[in-house]
T-cell receptor
Framework: DAGVIQSPRHEVTEMGQEVTLRCKPISGHNSLFWYRQTMMRGLELLIYFNNNVPIDDSGMPEDRFSAKMPNASFSTLKIQPSEPRDSAVYFC????????????FGPGTRLLVL | GQSLEQPSEVTAVEGAIVQINCTYQTSGFYGLSWYQQHDGGAPTFLSYNALDGLEETGRFSSFLSRSDSYGYLLLQELQMKDSASYFCAVRGFDTGFQKLVFGTGTRLLVSP
């Protein structure tokens, strides 16, 4: 299996621009997670989906962030407008739905907002 | 809410054994996971404990004591490639069994 696929791997943008991060989960997994990792805040969950439905978005920082999962094989995380404090590594992960199911992480998108 | 505590950094030499501790607080508890992350890489799963006791996978073992809200990761026969950050993560009832809350990570430095 190809594993979780994320694009782009690196993104440099200017403050105020829209940023769209993309994720393709592992085939057959029905749960998808978006995380953000920074030195200051560590690894924090932003939102997760079960069967394409958002279950918990309590980690989404503010209205500038939005996430969608239009089908089982694709999800996006959008930041509009972007700000320098959004600079971080954004990971997507997927898993099966059982209580002990392992989460498999994608390689991440390194975002720098100037 | 949940909170996890683990040491920020541990150092050891090749061939040694190191233990990384994790204490947690959560309202209800499903299990404790451990992930490894190399610099510039993504977290990768190492182990999961839902019940008390020791789980062994090759050179790595993980232990859980639910009554003490405590677990540890034990790495044996350390190799240079084990230099990485190690995160414990908890699943709690108050967040649903799928949601992982991660500790701040322990940076392990293995020297020759």
């Amino acid at each position: 299996d190809a594993g979780v696929i994320q694009s782009p791997r690196h993104e440099v943008t200017e403050m105020g621009q829209e940023v769209t991060l993309r994720c393709k989960p592992i085939s057959g997994h029905n749960s998808l997670f978006w995380y953000r990792q920074t030195m200051m805040r560590g690894l924090e969950l932003l939102i997760y989906f079960n069967n394409n439905v958002p279950i918990d978005d309590s980690g989404m920082p503010e209205d500038r962030f939005s996430a969608k999962m239009p089908n089982a094989s694709f999800s996006t995380l959008k930041i509009q407008p972007s700000e320098p404090r959004d600079s971080a590594v954004y990971f997507c992960a997927s898993s099966g739905r059982g209580p002990g199911e392992t989460q498999y992480f994608g390689p991440g998108t390194r975002l720098l907002v100037l | 809410g949940q909170s996890l505590e683990q040491p920020s950094e541990v150092t050891a030499v090749e061939g040694a054994i190191v233990q990384i501790n994790c204490t947690y607080q959560t309202s209800g508890f499903y299990g404790l996971s451990w992930y490894q992350q190399h610099d510039g890489g993504a977290p990768t799963f190492l182990s999961y404990n839902a019940l008390d006791g020791l789980e062994e996978t090759g050179r790595f073992s993980s232990f859980l004591s639910r009554s003490d809200s405590y677990g540890y990761l034990l790495l044996q026969e350390l190799q240079m490639k084990d230099s990485a950050s190690y995160f414990c993560a908890v699943r709690g009832f108050d967040t649903g069994f799928q949601k992982l809350v991660f500790g701040t990570g322990t940076r392990l430095l293995v020297s020759p």
